[in-house]
């Protein structure tokens, strides 16, 4: 049977796979699972929830909401918050549990639902197999005083998180003109009103969600606004959220895109710099450029490679005790401040460093220097023989072969969808393009579905 949760939680078209049905039973499974796994004498379990503005949203966390208190948790709604925020108040507030209804950076008709245990951290599989195994067993339902209570809040908890990024940096923005992308989603008021408290000139575009416009052809998988209003207001820099605000992608003055790779860059220098990049390393994915691990090595920075997915360079985190590292996408994660990769406190953090170098922002990210990169993605053959067929392999090793040093070949099955994804880098545009198409075509003879 496939596994309900995927990588970050449960994700698909909102009432169709991701239905009330699914969140009430979602919600009531979670609840028992915590109540039943901890000690709660002389209190009742508390969880909170938060949401993105698509406009189904609204109706699943309802459902979740009445799943968890009618296990006998007592629920408090935070209405809309971005991911990160909902995962730092889960520590703050010392909730014992939380969830979080978004589909991220996905298009306004999907939606997602995502738990946090205690301390904000993401759930473990083991936790996540026993919601999904509770969901099908028979409970004995609590009635009358024994049933959750519901409250509600929408100042304290943004104020509390509002305080604590700002706590983050100790500079002043003043002088600093940012532009931000919303991209209608989570972070719409309170991404631009933390930059603003920090001092900075703000100019914000797609920060008016109205339930349908989330992620729709703006925010951080659509930097083309950004890039144009950046040149236009004569901004530093810009900065582009997702629907839920846990990425952040930038642009320089001048419009040019600046990805994940870079901004980890800019800021693991600056911390090896002051001190305060944990054991001198950076964590990244396989996906993250050449360039950065070059420029990295130059600068004396190790880099640790983890598997595609915020979750996953998370647990590579902890398990070295390194306090930096993400993904290419903008999933930028500061564990001596968050549990989650958090877009404002990124904005935050790559703020202040324009400011403490005195360097323009474009400088600041021209110094890495990422390598042509093609992606090609191969549909319509059998991923599961990617890992063992020899011809294939063999036509990896070549190609890897002829771009020695200055390149490198990643071939990945993907996790969601049935085809396989053929990366390329080299020195050139032209040797990444002809290595990757090349490695594309035997892909397709050699895993052909017969």
Not at 54 to 78: H, I, K, N, P, Y
Not at 226 to 255: N, P, W, Y
Not at 338 to 354: E, K
């Amino acid at each position: 049977m496939t596994r309900l949760f995927g990588t970050d939680g449960v994700r698909g078209l909102a009432n169709h796979e991701i239905t009330a049905e699914l969140a009430l039973a979602l919600g009531a499974a979670a609840a028992r699972v915590l109540t039943e796994q901890g000690d709660f004498t002389g209190r009742r379990p508390h969880a909170i929830i938060g949401r993105d503005p698509r406009v189904s949203g609204e109706f699943l966390s309802a459902a979740l909401v009445a799943g968890m208190t009618s296990a006998g948790v007592d629920v408090t709604d935070l209405g809309v918050l971005p991911t990160p925020a909902v995962a730092f108040l889960t520590g703050s507030t010392e909730a014992d549990l939380a969830v979080m209804v978004s589909a991220s950076h996905n298009a306004m008709p999907d939606n997602g639902i995502k738990f946090f245990a205690r301390g904000g951290n993401k759930l473990e599989d083991a936790i996540e197999d026993a919601i999904e195994a509770a969901m099908r067993r028979d409970w004995a339902r609590p009635t009358g005083a024994d049933v959750g209570r519901i409250s509600f809040d929408r100042g304290a908890s943004v104020e509390d998180y509002s305080d604590h990024l700002l706590g983050t940096i100790d500079v002043d923005l003043s002088g600093l003109r940012i532009a931000v992308d919303a991209a209608n989603g989570a972070a719409s008021r309170v991404g631009p009103a933390i930059l603003r408290a920090a001092g900075a000139d703000v100019v914000v575009i797609n920060a008016s969600p109205d339930g349908r416009n989330i992620n729709d052809q703006c925010g951080s998988t659509h930097p083309e606004q950004l890039q144009a209003v950046t040149v236009a207001s004569e901004a530093h820099f810009g900065v582009a959220f997702d629907g839920d605000a846990d990425r952040c992608l930038a642009v320089d003055g001048a419009g040019r895109l600046v990805d994940g790779d870079q901004i980890m860059g800019i800021l693991a220098r600056a911390q090896k710099a002051e001190g305060a990049l944990a054991h001198d390393t950076l964590v990244v994915t396989v996906m993250s450029n050449l360039g950065l691990l070059l420029a990295m090595e130059e600068d004396g920075i190790r880099t640790v490679q983890a598997g595609v997915g915020d979750r996953y360079v998370l647990e590579a985190m902890r398990a070295g005790g390194y306090n930096l590292g993400g993904e290419q996408s903008g999933h930028i994660v500061f564990t001596d401040y968050a549990t989650t990769g958090d877009g404002v406190l990124t904005a935050l953090q790559l703020s202040a460093q324009v400011v403490r170098s005195g360097r323009s922002f474009g400088e600041l990210a021209g110094s890495i220097t990422r390598l042509p990169q093609v992606l090609l993605n191969v549909s319509g053959v059998d991923k599961a023989r990617a890992g063992s067929d020899e011809a294939l392999a063999a036509a990896v090793a070549a190609s890897e072969a002829r771009l020695g040093h200055t390149g490198r070949v990643l071939l990945r099955p993907s996790g969601t969808e049935p085809l396989v994804r053929v990366m390329v880098e080299a020195a050139t545009a032209e040797q990444a393009q002809a290595e990757a198409r090349g490695l594309a075509d035997v892909v397709e003879q050699r895993l052909a579905l017969s």
